[in-house]
Structures are given as structure tokens and as C-alpha cells.
């Protein structure tokens, strides 16, 4: 029987593309999504992907979404935690709305969604983590002193999931992505990602999102069993460590 997946922000982006490449290697995908109900609708026709709506910010929200997910499709052996949010500002005119917003979805709702699915998975003694962190987690970045916290501390959750899980037969890895073509990105008007993006990136171009669904996918296998606490970083060369 097919494993299930759970992608968190699946549904866009990099979520859409995560999903879409689980599908395609076998498992049985489950891809939540927060707000955008059109896109969403669009997504699971488009692919016949089961999407469910809730906010991964609520602990009681993300145990009842789980729940739903696996009386519907089954225990969860694959979670992709890969939503997020950005809120930027310099820190001497960042709100503490805008901090908390951010540090509530992309760490809070690492913890969130973790917490639900990983007392199933040490008791099947199998399971696969991915958290989808940043490059700016990794280097830092000017005016994401929110965003460069929650992502920098979903690399410290990883490692002590992973030292916590290692003889379970459940591995926790994180993927760095740089700066990858989504709608996100579209925002960025052309002449900044010119001027003051592409030059930074050594393959000089922007990644694509399939780019990070294949590591993901490889990450989820059975076979990458001895692969966990690790950082892979999918950046072009533009940050390396």
C-alpha cells in the first residue's frame, strides 16, 4: 500500500511542485494550504491531490487537520513541512505583529505539524521529516530578522529531532532553497532581481521549483534512511558552507 505524504503549503510554489513529484513516485499525497481556496480548488483538479485547509499556526487546528487526513487516507509517514510566510522589515520598524506572525507559522508550525504525526511514525518505526528552511536562515538576510530566526531555528529543530528519532527508523533533514522562481519571487520587480540578485547567484539564473521537489523526493525515500540531522543546500553556489 502507498505510503501518505503530508505537504504543508502545498499547493503553490515549491508546495505544488513537492507534491506533484510525491505523487509521481507512489505515495498517496495529502497538501494543506492556508487561505487561497481558488488556487487551491485549481491545484486538486489539476492533480487529483487531496487539499485541506487549515492553519498550521493552531496546535488544535493542525491534531484535528491530521486526524482528518488520516481517517481519510491513512497513517502520515512522510511530512514536508514547506509553508511559510514573510513579514519584512527592519528590526528598528518591525512590528511585534510582524514578528510573531512569522515565527508562529514558519517555527511554531514546525512544532505544530511534528508533534501530531510523530508518535504515529515511533510506533510504525518509520518516518520521513523534510523541513523546507531557507538560505536566509543559513547567511541571514537585511530586513528578515523574523524570517532569518524561524528558518535558522528550523535547522536546530531538525538536528535534535533527528538525534531524538535516529533509532526509530525515522529521519529529519531540512532543504535550504535560494532564491527559486515562484510567485513570491514575481514580486520582486525586474531590475532588483538583476541588479542585485542574479550577480550573487553563481549559476546565474533563479532555481526552480521541481529543482527542490526532486531533493525532497529523494529525502523521502526508504532508501535515504541513513541521511538525517542533514542541511541540503539547493542555492546555485550562492552560499556555501
Known amino acids: 500500500m502507498a505510503r501518505v505524504a503530508l505537504v504543508t503549503g502545498g499547493t503553490r510554489g515549491i508546495g505544488a511542485a ?3 513529484a510525491l505523487q509521481s513516485a507512489g505515495y498517496l499525497v495529502a497538501a494543506t494550504y492556508a487561505g487561497n481556496t481558488e488556487a487551491a480548488k485549481a491545484f486538486a483538479s489539476r492533480t487529483s491531490i487531496s487539499s485541506y485547509q487549515w492553519d498550521i499556526g493552531d496546535f488544535d487546528a493542525c491534531a484535528a487537520g491530521v486526524r482528518t487526513i488520516e481517517a481519510s487516507l491513512g497513517p502520515i509517514d512522510i511530512l514536508v513541512n514547506n509553508a511559510g510566510i514573510v513579514r519584512d522589515s527592519t528590526l528598528h520598524k518591525m512590528t511585534r505583529p510582524q514578528w510573531d506572525a512569522v515565527i508562529r507559522i514558519n517555527l511554531d508550525g514546525v512544532f505544530n505539524m511534528c508533534r501530531q504525526v510523530i508518535d504515529g511514525m515511533r510506533a510504525r518505526r518509520y518516518g ?3 523541513n523546507i528552511s531557507s538560505i536566509n536562515g543559513q547567511k541571514g ?11 535558522a531555528g528550523e535547522l ?11 533509532r526509530l527508523g525515522i529521519t529529519v533533514n531540512a532543504i535550504c532553497p535560494g532564491y527559486i522562481h515562484t510567485e513570491m519571487l514575481d514580486a520582486v520587480p525586474q531590475d532588483v532581481l538583476e541588479r542585485s540578485i542574479l550577480p550573487h547567484i553563481p549559476v546565474g ?10 531533493a525532497v523526493v529523494f529525502l523521502a525515500a526508504e532508501e535515504a534512511g541513513f541521511i538525517t540531522g542533514s542541511t541540503l543546500s539547493i542555492n546555485g553556489g ?3 558552507i
Open 18 to 20: 513537492v507534491s506533484q
Open 128 to 130: 520521513r521529516i523534510i
Open 141 to 151: 538576510q537585511f530586513g528578515q530578522t523574523n524570517y532569518s530566526a524561524a528558518k
Open 156 to 166: 536546530g529543530f531538525t538536528k535534535a529531532l533527528a538525534l531524538e528519532t535516529a
Open 205 to 214: 539564473r533563479l532555481g526552480r521549483p521541481e529543482e527542490i521537489a526532486r
Open 238 to 240: 550562492q552560499y556555501m
